[in-house]
Nanobody
């Protein structure tokens, strides 16, 4: 699966951004997708995830501010980010986990930079 992320940028504190992640290839093997962030010198961590059945989960730090969604008609996942804070600044990556038989795959898109100025 190929994942193409877009939508990052520079925004002021309190502003909003919407990230997009377009999936192509063997999309029917995907069972869940998610957004991760990675700050400078830090490990990648989950921001939000969405399962094939549409159920979602969020990191505590973004609950009530971020919304993950998926459009199955065009195989695109979104992350609506509102009330952005400087600590949200990071490179954001989209991820897809899939399985073919008993083999599991973990695919990543290229990162998109989000910078929130104070």
């Amino acid at each position: 699966v190929q994942l193409q992320a877009s939508g990052g940028g520079l925004v002021q504190t309190g502003g909003s951004l919407r990230l997009s992640c377009a999936a192509s290839g063997d999309i029917f093997s995907i069972y869940d997708m998610g957004w991760y962030l990675q700050g400078p010198g830090k490990q990648r961590e989950l921001v939000a995830g969405i399962n094939r059945d549409g159920s979602t989960n969020y990191a505590d730090s973004v609950k009530g501010r971020f919304t993950i969604s998926r459009d199955n008609s065009n195989y695109t996942m979104y992350l609506q980010m509102n009330s952005l804070k400087p600590e949200d600044t990071a490179v954001y990556y989209c991820n897809a986990r899939r399985t073919i038989g008993k083999i599991f795959f973990n695919d990543w898109g290229q990162g998109t930079q989000v910078t929130v100025s104070s």
